[in-house]
């Protein structure tokens, strides 16, 4: 049987596709002005009844910077997306069946990083409480630990890395496609464009981003930038006024700012793993993988986080693959079905 709703007939899914909205209070009256209802979009695989007795663990995707629900389950010639891999492997008995629920994690500056801000708003709130609080209310959820787990790319990987160990008791397993890590490594090579470019809108953050969100068409040192004070919004707020956001850089000279970068370190994962040993043991399963190719080195950072946990005698599954940063969803195919065998069963 194929899916009924129009969203799963378009992606040709055997299971089903729902759009659901929550309004969250975490992100309400946020210094961006973002909105707080999301959407949330919710895979239920064949055979799923709401009104039957069987339940089922949920694997929550968090998507990358720049991402939204809409991009994760927009449908691309010649690719598939985590919705129809998830369709995909079930179908084909790889996995046991679950459902999937897409968070969306947007902000005016490309993303959230899924942690609480007093810029962007309370994203680790919402996700954990609100998001989940409403599949679990609407749908036929094992709605404890053991019945949920968490993964994402890129930022989503990040998200995935920083829930796990901020918020413990919450997923029983977590897997990190090419997550953000080692941010000497990753971040500080972004630093100069970023100064440079608002350099030419005289330093002023909020003037970049008025600019930037006013073109038709914008170039990758634009990109860089607005990523670089997404990233300082979530990592060094100073305030919750909009745009009171502090920079890992001096701001006429680009010289790197020991105290501001130091409160960017304190969340990089190679650095809150040493402390979070314990949260982290709660996992069932501990997914890391990264494409040795990668342009932001995250590759490296893998590896530094990897064998971080590892000295500290957890175990983790460590993938590398030979490509780069970009369209790399079929990896989901590995980490999917292996999130799924350690959740517990309806």
């Known amino acids: ?6 969203f799963g007939r378009l992606l040709r899914l055997h299971g089903d596709l729902h759009i659901d909205f929550v309004d969250s209070a975490a992100l309400r009256g946020n210094a961006l002005g973002d909105p707080s209802e999301r959407p949330i979009a919710v895979y239920t695989p064949p055979g799923y009844d709401p009104q039957g007795s069987r339940r089922y663990p949920v694997l929550y995707v968090l998507h990358g910077y720049t991402g939204d629900v809409a991009a994760l389950i927009a449908g691309r010639p010649w690719e598939t997306n985590v919705v129809q891999w998830v369709d995909r492997v079930i179908v084909e008995g790889k996995m046991p069946p679950a459902l999937l629920a897409i968070v969306d994690g947007f902000t005016r500056l490309g993303g959230s990083q899924y942690m609480d801000s007093a810029q962007n708003g309370d994203y680790a709130t919402y ?8 599949v679990d209310a609407k749908y036929r959820t094992i709605a404890k630990e053991g019945g949920r787990g968490v993964l994402g790319k890129s930022s989503g990987g990040y998200g995935s890395l920083h829930l796990s160990m901020t918020r413990p008791g919450v997923f029983a397993a977590m897997a990190s496609h090419s997550g953000d890590t080692n941010y000497r490594g990753s971040m500080v090579p972004s630093f100069a464009n970023a100064q440079r470019e608002l350099e030419k809108h005289g330093g002023s953050i909020e003037a970049f981003v008025t600019a930037f969100e006013g073109k038709h068409k914008r170039s990758q040192p634009e990109y860089s930038t607005i990523e670089m004070i997404g990233y300082a919004a979530a990592y060094s707020p ?4 909009a745009f009171a956001i502090d920079l890992p850089w001096d701001e006429k000279t680009g010289e790197i700012r020991d105290d501001v970068f130091g409160r960017w370190l304190a969340w990089d994962p190679c650095e ?3 402390s979070k040993r314990a949260e982290l043991a709660r996992l069932r399963l501990r997914y890391v993988d990264c494409g040795r190719k990668d342009e932001y080195a995250l590759d490296i950072g893998a590896r530094i986080l990897v064998q971080r946990m590892r000295d500290m005698g957890l175990e983790v599954r460590h993938e590398e693959f030979d490509d780069d940063h970009r369209n790399v969803g079929y990896r989901y195919a590995v980490s999917l079905p292996a999130l799924a065998e ?4 309806g």
Do not use: H, N
């Open 1 to 6: 049987m194929m899916a009924t709703s129009e």
């Open 127 to 134: 996700t954990v409480r609100d998001v989940i609080g409403a």
């Open 342 to 345: 350690v959740l517990d069963k």
């Open 238 to 241: 100073r305030s919750s006024e």
């Open 272 to 274: 809150m793993c040493l």
